[in-house]
């Protein structure tokens, strides 16, 4: 079975249901060390990563949530300054304080470059300008560049979600559900054909594990910026390796697939049915036959005969007088 699937279907794949799906970068990880509760109010690893990234190397930091309509937004701005990972640390922990004590405890990405950038922050109450903790004013000197795609998460298992043909999709969901090697390709903008093939782990899926990985999978891209794409990185989302994300970070990823386990019922060594050291059907007997004791024989003469279970060595009786 997929270990994170079951659990993960009732988020509806929320952004903040990938935090750990993907590995962080090593000034991520200095910074989670330092404030561990600044991984989750990223909205997710990927986010994490591309924020810490570019406040401590000053590359544009991208920052991708899904929406409660089912949009995704997608987030891109300068950050302006460079930095240690400690301060890139204060710095989100200062943005964070900022955005609670506005009553936003999980930022969307527009929120959160708001937060950090400066610029008009949209809450339940209305728009209000709000200072950047890095620029020290409302906004206007760095941009934030916001879009969305449409992108519902009822579809993100499409074929057009994963940039895939109808029939490639098709032949991916046989190949899960098969067990069998996955043969992906695409044509790239400049015309090339692109190809990749691997096999799942963890043998053959039924159809609500198919669909839901491929979910997780499409909703994992997303969270990258990565709304169209490869054969390659659908792979990778799948089974493992790195993606570039659109910032031109690489983040290693683990792989939606690589938590699956196989059930008991299907190991020769546990099932207690035809284990030869354990099975309960097959156990030879060890209780040793109980012999039939030896009948008595009748008396022909009168006289009562000893048997053996009166001891045959016994002494005999006296005969009673005139007998």
Same mark, same amino acid.
């Given at each position: 079975m997929l270990k994170p699937i079951a659990a993960l279907a009732a988020l509806a794949l929320s952004a903040s249901a990938f935090a750990q799906t993907t590995a962080i970068t090593p000034a991520a990880q200095q910074v989670q060390l330092l404030a561990p509760q600044l991984v989750a109010f990223s909205g997710s690893s990927g986010n994490f990563d591309s924020v810490v990234n570019g406040l401590t190397s000053g590359a544009p930091v991208t920052l991708t949530t899904l929406t409660p309509d089912g949009l995704i937004q997608v987030v891109t701005f300068l950050p302006g300054t460079t930095g240690t990972a400690a301060d890139a640390a204060r710095q989100l922990e200062a943005a964070r304080q900022n955005l609670i004590a506005r009553g936003i405890a999980t930022p969307t990405a527009q929120q959160l470059a708001v937060s950090l950038v400066g610029g008009p922050l949209t809450t339940l109450s209305g728009t209000t300008p709000l200072s950047g903790v890095l620029t020290g004013? &409302?906004?206007g000197t760095t941009p934030i560049?916001?879009? +969305?795609?449409?992108?519902?998460? +009822? &579809?993100l298992a499409g074929a057009g979600a994963l940039n895939l043909s109808t029939a490639s999709l098709q032949a991916l969901r046989t190949a899960l559900g098969q067990g069998s090697a996955a043969t992906l390709s695409a044509t790239t903008p400049a015309g090339a054909t692109q190809s990749v093939t691997f096999t799942a782990p963890g043998g053959p899926?039924?159809?609500?594990?198919?669909? $839901?990985a491929?979910?997780?999978a499409s909703a994992l891209l997303a969270q990258l910026g990565i709304l169209n794409p490869t054969p390659e990185q659908i792979r990778v989302a799948l089974v493992g390796g790195t993606l570039a994300a659109v910032n031109g970070t690489n983040v290693p990823v683990q792989g939606?697939? $690589?938590g699956r386990v196989r059930t008991t019922s299907e190991s020769p060594l546990l099932s207690t049915s035809n284990s030869p050291v354990i099975g309960t059907s097959n156990t030879p007997s060890t209780t040793a036959p109980v012999p039939n004791a030896a009948p008595v024989a009748a008396p022909v003469d009168g006289v009562r005969r000893p048997n053996t279970a009166e001891g045959a060595n016994r002494a005999p009786t006296a005969p009673r007088p005139g007998g």
């Open positions: 004013n &409302t906004g560049q916001v879009r +969305s795609e449409l992108a519902p998460v +009822s &579809t899926m039924n159809a609500f594990e198919v669909n $839901q491929l979910q997780l939606v697939l $690589q």
